[in-house]
């Protein structure tokens, strides 16, 4: 009687505190969320998390990964890593500028003029933990990145220049930096979700769209867009946010294995990410696509007014936006 009652006790706890506890094995099942299908190097990543995290405490925590989306959109699942039900997720910056302004650094096009400084800068600890310093006030905490690469533009006819974007109207994700982008380029911003681009483009209802190379393969989009021109307009990472209310009730010694492993999963994620984009461009170019090599210099001189414009209306990524460029002018 007394045994149940503790485990009564501990399952009302774990409500209260947002944590789902099995009561066949007393474990916390820990939920982790992201909308990619299962080859994907976000999901290859949190593998990695679940095998470092079970290996450890293996006798505490259930690790439980749900691709696809099947939890519901990133904006939906925020929500619920907010209020402690779901535990982890990949999101992309752009999809938490709305919550933070800081986050809105990564859309700022051309922030880096070279892949290898942007790795340097969302692999660095200080940059992360700088990133995360609204966490308490914003419910989730930043614990490393994955890897998007570089977003490039892909379309049904060849861009070769900045002049071949003139009166095109291109795919973007949602944010008032992307429409002034592609404002500076001549070209209509078209903001929709990414499941919608597929359709959009068949019916002509857009040009093009940008992104990297894995929408060509896994979207499909190469069945329509044949060209893609690396301009390396962005580089913006699928952060790996935690539960605030999460995070900060675990132990110290659980809170550091969770951090390991989180390093851990981003350390395979960028090299699956890296393997699976050389796959992805040799599959590309099966399905009839061109790559484009186009002097990058062209398309950053179009926006680079856009910086201090942007910079003013948002003067929260300040610093973080000066210490991407000192990461970047010590990586060309």
């Not at 990619?36 to 593998?47: L, Y």
């Not at 006798?59 to 939906?76: C, R």
């Not at 070769?160 to 930096?177: E, I, M, N």
């Not at 010694?253 to 981003?266: G, I, P, R, T």
Request: some cysteine.
């Amino acid at each position: 009687m007394r045994i149940n009652k503790m485990l009564g006790i501990a399952l009302a706890i774990a409500a209260a505190t947002g944590f789902s506890v099995s009561s066949a094995e007393a474990k916390t099942t820990v939920r982790i969320s992201h909308t990619q299908i299962e080859t994907h190097p976000d999901h290859i990543g949190f593998v990695a998390f679940k095998n470092y995290v079970e290996s450890k405490l293996g006798d505490k925590y259930e690790v439980q990964i749900f691709p696809n989306g099947s939890l519901g959109a990133n904006e939906k699942v925020l929500e619920q890593i907010k209020l402690g039900s779901v535990q982890f997720l990949s999101v992309s910056t752009a999809n938490i500028e709305s919550f933070d302004k800081i986050y809105a650094v990564f859309s700022v096009p051309f922030l880096f003029t070279s892949e290898k400084a942007y790795e340097e800068f969302v692999t660095d600890p200080k940059v992360i933990q700088e990133l995360g310093v609204n966490s308490k006030k914003n419910g989730f905490r930043p614990l490393g990145a994955f890897t998007a690469g570089t977003r490039n533009f892909y379309s049904k006819e060849p861009i070769k220049s900045v002049a071949d974007l003139q009166g095109k109207k291109f795919r973007v994700q949602a944010g008032p930096t992307n429409v002034k982008m592609m404002e500076a380029f001549g070209a209509s911003a078209t903001p929709m979700s990414f499941g919608e681009v597929y359709s959009a483009l068949q019916q002509g209802v857009i040009d093009g769209a940008e992104n990297n190379e894995l929408a060509l393969t896994d979207q499909k989009h190469g069945e329509v867009c044949k060209y893609f021109s690396y301009d390396g307009h962005q580089m913006c990472p699928d952060l790996i946010v935690g539960s605030e209310v999460f995070l900060s009730k675990l132990p110290a010694e659980d809170l550091k294995v969770f951090e390991e492993a989180a390093a851990e999963a981003q350390k395979v994620e960028f090299a699956a990410w890296h393997k699976r984009i050389d796959e992805a461009k040799e599959q590309a170019k099966q399905m009839g696509v061109t790559f484009i090599d186009v002097d990058a210099g062209e398309f950053r001189a179009k926006v680079l007014p856009l910086h201090q414009e942007l910079l003013k209306d948002n003067p929260a990524m300040q610093g973080i936006y000066d210490k991407a460029s000192a990461f970047d002018a010590a990586n060309k």
